[in-house]
């Protein structure tokens, strides 16, 4: 029985005092804001439609393209600090489980990750590795962007001791 059906009966039917508790908690969890938003939000969008193994696979692609737009176009050193933190704790989740976490989740809904069509594209560009293990080829990516966000920053902070400012002729950065 579900938590609607629940809430449908009337209380002469048969319930006790604890039934009447029990119907009203359930209530209250109905009407919660949080709630009324996810079930506007979800039939809004038709989240029907989406199956649950694409789902992995676009948030992924939107981890991705999120962390390169904001290393690429970002002069802000916060911004860069906040994604210099979620990228570090995205290699240690990927030291601790010998995996990255999406991938693990992708693997399991779709039985492909994006490291297969990534593996696939440079095989057939003629780049391969040497190992065959996918832990060290996403640690690998990984040193890459840290070290990419890092040495942007550690260019932001040289510019700005030497007062040595970047014309943005064409508004690409931001000025903060």
Known sequence: MTAIDTLGKDKGEGEGK???KKNKKLKMIEDN??????VYLYKKFNLKEVKESTLYRHVHDTFIFLVSFITLFSMN????AILFIIVSFDAFAIVVMHACPLTALERKYIKRSSCDDRDELLGALGISYNCNHEYEKQIELLVNVWL???GKCMCIIIMKMFNIKLFNYNNIYSND
């Open 33 to 38: 804001v949080i709630r009324k938003c996810c």
């Open 18 to 20: 604890g039934d009447y």
């Open 77 to 80: 050193l916060t911004h860069l």
């Open 148 to 150: 990419m966000v890092a």
